[in-house]
T-cell receptor, first 112, second 115 residues
Framework: ETGVTQSPTHLIKTRGQQVTLRCSSQSGHNTVSWYQQALGQGPQFIFQ???????GRGNFPPRFSGLQFPNYSSELNVNALELDDSALYLCASSPGSLYGYTFGSGTRLTVV | AQSVTQLGSHVSVSEGALVLLRCNYSSSVPPYLFWYVQYPNQGLQLLLK??????LVKGINGFEAEFKKSETSFHLTKPSAHMSDAAEYFCAVENYGGSQGNLIFGKGTKLSVKP
């Protein structure tokens, strides 16, 4: 069991740029979710993928998009970065909700 | 819609004292409830989960939580605090209105442990 791995760990981008964050889940974890955690706040649900299809989305604009691949890896893409996008982005995967969700250590994104 | 309220953004206890972190939920259906811990600059680690089996749930590191439907509460406790318990703790409920994997988190409670 290798856990959930996220890359990069830290990233600095300029306002208006685009960014791609990556997540590698455990084998058999067909569900992956992405969360945004602003400083001092709880994580906020961005969206979820199940077997490579988006099947749930939180209150985030379309410039937040994602992909899930057959090898249990996934991506979060954010276009037209804004200063308020600065946050810790967390990936979580699960083989099923009864088992809970395994979180990665996150990517700290800073937009300047 | 489901929601979670954590009472107290900061809790401070002495080493060896009881830890009590409060969580109240709102849900129109039987909820799945979770407690996660987050150490500085790290992701979230699952402490324990309630999925409609036993109401007293035991987790890792000596933590436990009791589901009380009448009080809509899921408070986290540990009989004796250790310095290594200092961290931020998040209560979460699974959102049935969305899809599997959609957790709604509280704002967190930062636990400090004094020697």
């Amino acid at each position: 069991e290798t856990g959930v791995t996220q890359s990069p760990t830290h990233l600095i981008k300029t306002r208006g740029q685009q960014v791609t964050l990556r997540c590698s889940s455990q084998s058999g974890h067909n569900t992956v979710s992405w969360y945004q955690q602003a400083l001092g706040q709880g994580p906020q649900f961005i969206f979820q993928y199940y077997r490579e299809e988006e099947n749930g989305r939180g209150n985030f604009p379309p410039r937040f998009s994602g992909l899930q691949f057959p090898n249990y890896s996934s991506e979060l893409n954010v276009n037209a970065l804004e200063l308020d996008d600065s946050a810790l982005y967390l990936c979580a995967s699960s083989p099923g909700s009864l088992y809970g969700y395994t979180f990665g250590s996150g990517t700290r994104l800073t937009v300047v | 819609a489901q929601s979670v309220t954590q009472l107290g953004s900061h809790v401070s206890v002495s080493e060896g004292a009881l830890v009590l972190l409060r969580c109240n939920y709102s849900s129109s259906v039987p909820p799945y409830l979770f407690w996660y811990v987050q150490y500085p600059n790290q992701g979230l680690q699952l402490l324990l989960k309630y999925t409609s089996a036993a109401t007293l749930v035991k987790g890792i590191n000596g933590f436990e939580a009791e589901f009380k439907k009448s009080e809509t509460s899921f408070h986290l406790t540990k009989p004796s605090a250790h310095m290594s318990d200092a961290a931020e703790y998040f209560c979460a409920v699974e959102n049935y209105g969305g899809s599997q994997g959609n957790l709604i988190f509280g704002k967190g409670t930062k636990l400090s442990v004094k020697p």
